[in-house]
């Protein structure tokens, strides 16, 4: 009844105008750096994140939040359309969706990637306000080792979840976390590789690395390329037919898996949207009801990933506002709007601030509602940004991106920080190493050392205390599983090539 | 030999620099505690780990002669399956052009250097007007009517809307910003 009361107060939080007005531009932002194929999701949010520096708490957080489950829906309709993925999300809508749209039926296939995307985000939205408090209290009596054994979780899954070689994304997690330690320690308030520099004292902020790896390393890797995009079709013909009810009951397992899946991806720190779509599609083909025909332009295989990949954002934002623990890029930033605006997520914030997080719980449904009849209505003039010349685009991301970074400490080290990272970026993205593991050691390394540093202190540096207590020892045993599969999955591989 | 040089230079750059890095970490100045770990622990810890893939890494090139790693994410291995079933994700691109590259990164490490000096408007007007030409725009016109007007909506934005201070310049070219601040209406 009291999840109840403070989601009504939450709802009327959300019509407030300044709140419904930045939910509208987060919503519309997050729809258009979806569509633009030089333009990540996590890029555009850390764009929109220096915007938000004036805004009021509430508002800041709404406006992140409908852009990142905006960015999980509109790239789908450039895969449909134009066999342009909008995001990474929206590669498996190239396999089903383009399909279907060159049988002639891609106002079908925009009809089910919307119907997906409603589903897949509202069940996750009610997912997230039923666990999200239930949560919070369990988190209340975690101590040191469990944090240790969640995040510890969270960087195995980004690893092993993760695209590319497993060495390479072991090392990538490596160097961030490294990143992490530089400036002065929590614990002993001894300097680490600061060199001298008197900025590096306050160690790399994470909104640096991730401005400059995502945001300046993907422009430099599209400017080595010189822009060229693919060709596009004309866009004069975008329209979306609704499947009927009879159709959507058809396909309902496939909805349940794929939201299902969605949430619990999203749940885990570490793995995002990408994993969940790339997850979803290939479980459907490999389990699904027409299995066989996944690939020929069947709704099954827009369900899947689109459910997913829009209900991984509810269940993300579980362990960021209980446990303020960031699972993704984008959730990683909105803890930064959060910590900027002097909150700290955590299990706390409901009794502290619960009129601010059921506002955000709320504008999740709102968003997601918006977001649809948004697409329904208006798909066809927000696709005609991919008119805009890329090189343009990408200019004034780079501006954003310096902007951001200044305006977050007046400092222009900082800038000069981004630029760095921005050719690590380009460098990690060129020679095959994931930036995604080393952007979440950063953010996560510093929560990961304190908490390791203070069960060390705390129980006699008995190592064996994170195995022995039984919640971190079932998560870091779940961990060691994720990390140990895909190297099992690759010696059966190998055993079995062998045997050929 | 080259390919086996070229695949294992990263993992000898980083494991080396790490090496260098864990010397640093062995020099890192504490009160130390008697029975505890120190500041030093962690880096080392992380450092540690670094080198021991790095030496698997290129040990394993060296033996495998230059084949690229075999264990990959999960993700890794259900794109590679639906891409041999479905076709191709993402279109490899063939042409690049490092030249092009290294023009933008120079030209955005001199914005950065020079944004100070001139401040924000005077550096990021040409910054965005070279940006796009440099990649192939070549509408002039619209190029530099995009760069100015772009350049002085974001000035507006940002220090009238959203109150962040943006870098003024130094004399004499901090009066063009005082202009223009005075003509938008910024205190």
């Given at each position: 009844m009291d999840i109840l009361q403070s989601l009504a107060a939450g709802f009327v939080q959300v019509f407030v105008p300044a709140n419904f007005v930045a939910l509208t531009i987060g919503l519309l932002l997050g729809l258009l750096v979806a569509v633009l194929p030089g333009l990540t999701l996590v890029m555009g949010v850390v764009l929109a994140l220096p915007f938000t520096y004036s805004m009021d708490i509430t508002a800041a957080i709404i406006l992140l939040t409908a852009m990142y489950v905006a960015g999980t829906y509109a790239g789908a309709w450039t895969s449909i359309l134009f066999h342009v993925p909008g995001e990474p999300i929206d590669v498996p809508m190239l396999w089903d969706g383009y399909a279907m749209a060159r049988k002639g039926e891609a106002a079908k296939a925009l009809g089910w990637t919307l119907v997906s995307a409603l589903v897949g985000g509202l069940a996750a939205a009610t997912v997230m306000v039923l666990l999200a408090h239930p949560v919070a209290r369990i988190a209340l009596s975690f101590s040191t080792p469990e944090y240790f054994a969640i995040i510890f979780f969270g960087l195995a899954t980004v690893v092993s979840l993760g695209g590319g070689s497993l060495s390479n994304a072991l090392i990538s997690l490596f160097l961030g976390l490294l990143i992490a330690t530089v400036g002065v320690d929590d614990t002993y308030g001894a300097q680490r590789f600061t060199f001298g520099v008197p900025i590096l004292s306050d160690g790399i902020d994470y909104l640096v690395v991730m401005v400059g790896t995502f945001g300046l390393g993907e422009v430099f890797m599209r400017m080595e390329q010189r822009f060229r995009s693919a060709p596009l079709q004309s866009i004069n013909t975008v329209a979306t037919r609704l499947p009927t009810l009879r159709e959507v009951a058809a396909a309902k397992s496939t909805f349940a898996r794929g939201t299902a899946l969605g949430i619990l991806i999203g749940l885990v720190p570490g793995a995002g949207a990408t994993v969940a779509s790339f997850l979803s599609y290939g479980i459907e083909a490999q389990y699904g009801r027409r299995r066989k025909e996944m690939g020929s332009g069947i709704a099954e295989g827009i369900i899947a990933p689109q459910t997913a990949a829009t209900s991984s954002v509810g269940g993300a934002m579980i362990p960021l506002i209980t446990m303020g623990i960031p699972g993704s890029g984008a959730t990683a930033i909105i803890l930064g709007a959060f910590l900027l605006h002097g909150l700290q997520p955590g299990p706390q914030v409901f009794e502290t601030s619960s009129h601010i997080v059921y506002a955000v719980f709320a504008s999740l449904f709102v968003g997601v509602i918006g977001m649809c009849l948004i697409g329904y209505f208006a798909a066809r003039y927000l696709?005609?940004?991919?008119?805009?010349?890329e090189v343009m685009v990408s200019a004034y991301v780079v501006m954003c991106c310096i902007l951001g970074a200044f305006a977050a400490r007046n400092n222009i080290t900082d800038v000069w920080l981004i630029v760095v990272f921005g050719v690590v970026g380009y460098a990690c993205e060129r020679l095959r190493f994931p930036v995604a593991p080393m952007v979440l050691g950063v953010i996560l390394g510093p929560l990961a050392e304190t908490n390791f540093m203070t069960t060390m202190i705390s129980f006699d540096n008995d190592w064996t205390t994170f195995f022995t207590r039984p919640i971190s020892g079932t998560i870091m045993a779940l961990a060691i599983v994720s990390l140990a599969y895909p190297l099992a999955q690759h010696l059966r591989r190998r055993a079995a090539g062998a045997a050929r | 030999m080259r390919t086996i040089l070229l695949r294992a230079l990263p993992y000898l750059l980083v494991g080396g620099f790490s090496v260098y890095l864990y010397g640093v970490a062995g020099r890192i100045e504490y009160h130390h505690r008697a029975g505890t770990i120190g500041p030093d622990f962690w880096p080392k810890l992380v450092l540690a780990m670094t080198i021991a893939v790095c030496l698997y890494e290129t040990l394993r090139i060296v033996l495998s002669r230059g084949q690229r790693s075999g264990a990959s994410g999960v993700l890794q291995n259900i794109v590679e399956r639906s891409e041999a079933r479905y076709g191709e994700g993402y279109q490899h691109v063939e042409a690049r052009s490092p030249l092009l590259l290294v023009a933008g990164i120079a030209l955005t490490a001199v914005y950065v250097w020079v944004i100070q000096r001139l401040g924000f408007f005077l550096a990021t007007a040409p910054y965005v007007a070279v940006f796009i030409a440099l990649g192939g725009y070549r509408r002039w016109t619209l190029n530099a009517a995009t760069s100015l007007l772009g350049t002085l909506a974001m000035m507006y934005f940002f220090m009238k809307v959203v109150y962040v201070s943006l870098p003024i310049g130094g004399e004499p070219f901090a009066q063009v910003t005082f202009a223009l601040m005075r003509l938008m209406g910024i205190r």
């Open positions: 696709v005609r940004i991919l008119e805009l010349p | -």
